[in-house]
């Protein structure tokens, strides 16, 4: 379909036409009057440069940026408009990155990888700010508080998941579970952690008490991504179990907690940690797949939105922008998607 630079050029490409099958259509292609709906420069970028497979990406919150990591232990960062020229990268990682967040702000970039550590970037100067060295294994997993003080949570292999505050040195707090830990996330308030594993738990966990109040039980199979609902009230996790949960986080929501659950992705021996996301207004959620697919759900009826194809490998991590109706993607075919919808 595309004849594909050679890795050294880390830049977009235009892709002629909409993906084979896929419900983007461009002014030209698909139905007539069809009118773009977002300000990307083609209605799919094609994002080449990653020299190996790519585990996560994160558009910034101001929308401008994608940042990603990868198996080749870099991460990359892009503008969103114009050709998507990858414009920083950031390297230090001895070890692939799992997982990548923005802080609130987008200044900086907290990473994961199974180096043992979390690492913290500044987005202005592309250097590491701070390095978090005090787990025993794999770190799978990072999230940055909403607001408040500067926290970040990490989750091993190690069976631990750490607290950190950015302005301290070591990790603030340490929360032991007997399982591996594979997705970590805040409460809005910051004042819980969520945690997911090889256990197909999740539990949470109160800060101040550092004990677990409640464990949230429903998947089938090791929980592998989580996000909290952009008003706080709801977790969406997704399990091996190839199914997405949503949660009632609400503080009197009834004993049976899980809310929702849409199926249709696949998870496969690859046992990658498939990412899941909302859109911003809580409306749709999306989650990569083995199959090669994006998957975006309604959240109220549960269906099957979209269904993408273009990827040449699992899609490991799926996430809306923050303002405008476009949806990113990254794959085991070291390909980043960002695309209209």
């Known amino acids: 379909m595309l004849a594909l630079p050679n890795h050294g050029d880390n830049n977009a490409l235009y ?59 870099d991460i990359f960062l892009w503008y969103v408009h114009g050709d998507c020229k990858n414009f920083m990268v950031l390297r230090g990682h001895k070890n692939a990155v799992l997982d990548l967040q923005w802080t609130s702000d987008g200044s900086q970039i907290i990473s994961a990888s199974p180096d043992k550590t979390l690492r913290a970037w500044d987005i202005e100067t592309g250097k590491q700010v701070k390095k978090m060295a005090e787990h025993s294994s794999f770190v799978n997993s990072c999230s940055p508080s909403r607001r408040g003080p500067p926290l970040v949570v990490s989750g091993s292999d190690d069976g631990t998941a750490k607290l950190w505050d950015l302005r301290l040195r070591g990790a603030v707090q340490t929360f032991p579970d007997k399982y591996q830990i594979t997705a970590v996330g805040f409460s809005d308030a910051s004042d819980k952690i969520y945690s997911g594993g090889l256990d197909n738990d999740v539990k949470v ?117 923050p303002t405008e109706p476009i949806i990113g993607s990254c794959g085991s075919d070291r390909q980043i998607y960002l695309g209209e919808i």
Not at 16 to 23: H, L
Not at 61 to 66: C, D, F, I, Q, R
Request: one cysteine or more; proline letters at 7%; a positive charge.
């Open 15 to 73: 892709v002629p036409g909409p993906r084979p099958g896929s419900q983007l259509a461009i002014l030209g292609h698909g139905p007539p009057g069809k009118q773009r709906t977002s300000s990307l420069e083609s209605p799919i970028m094609l994002l080449i440069g990653h020299q190996s497979a790519i585990y996560t990406m994160k558009f910034n919150p101001a929308g401008t940026v994608v940042a990603s990591g990868s198996h080749d232990k």
């Open 205 to 321: 966990w109160d800060v101040r008490r550092n004990e677990v109040t409640m464990t949230l039980q429903g998947h089938g199979d090791m929980i592998t991504g989580m996000q909290l609902s952009p008003d706080g009230s709801y977790l969406l996790t997704n399990g091996m179990d190839c199914t997405l949960r949503i949660w009632d986080m609400r503080p009197y929501a009834p004993q049976n907690r899980c809310v929702k659950i849409f199926s249709g992705h696949q998870h496969n021996f690859e046992k990658n940690l498939l990412k899941c996301a909302w859109s911003p207004d809580g409306s749709k959620v999306t989650a990569g797949s083995s199959d090669r697919m994006v998957y975006i759900w309604d959240t109220t009826t549960r269906r099957i939105l979209y269904k993408l194809p273009g990827h040449n490998g699992s899609v490991n991590e799926t996430a809306f922008h």
